[in-house]
Nanobody
Framework: QVQLVESGGGLVQAGGSLRLSCAASGRPLSIYTMAWFRQAPGKEREFVADITWSGGSTYHADSVKGRFTISRDRAKNTAYLQMNNLKPEDTAVYYC??????????????????WGQGTQVTVSS
């Protein structure tokens, strides 16, 4: 099992930037991919981006492509989500998640075994 702890959320004006961090501990060598999801009030948890832990290949949802960038530092066992040009519709609790293999669609939160506690991102207009 992998323990994940997010940080870096906060309140920002539209057009601003934030960088989220997700520190992994426990069994980080078992990680195949790490992903960021978000959940706004009254909505389902939504896939944002993921990265393969070994090769660093990335995939971003269309809603954030060109604005958000996922990356990782294997030496620090940490994944990041750089968020630029933030919009009010980006307001949500952001979660990082990890999985040990390719088990079903990357977009489905049910296919991730390990989750962080979440960090709130609020974008004001």
């Amino acid at each position: 099992q992998v323990q994940l702890v997010e940080s870096g959320g906060g309140l920002v004006q539209a057009g601003g930037s934030l960088r989220l961090s997700c520190a992994a501990s426990g069994r980080p060598l078992s990680i195949y991919t790490m992903a960021w999801f978000r959940q706004a009030p009254g909505k389902e948890r939504e896939f944002v981006a993921d990265i393969t832990w070994s090769g660093g290949s990335t995939y971003h949802a269309d809603s954030v492509k060109g604005r958000f960038t996922i990356s990782r530092d294997r030496a620090k066992n940490t994944a990041y989500l750089q968020m630029n040009n933030l919009k009010p519709e980006d307001t949500a609790v952001y979660y990082c998640a990890a999985r040990s293999g390719v088990f079903g669609s990357r977009l489905n939160a049910a296919n991730y075994a390990d989750w962080g506690q979440g960090t709130q991102v609020t974008v004001s207009s």
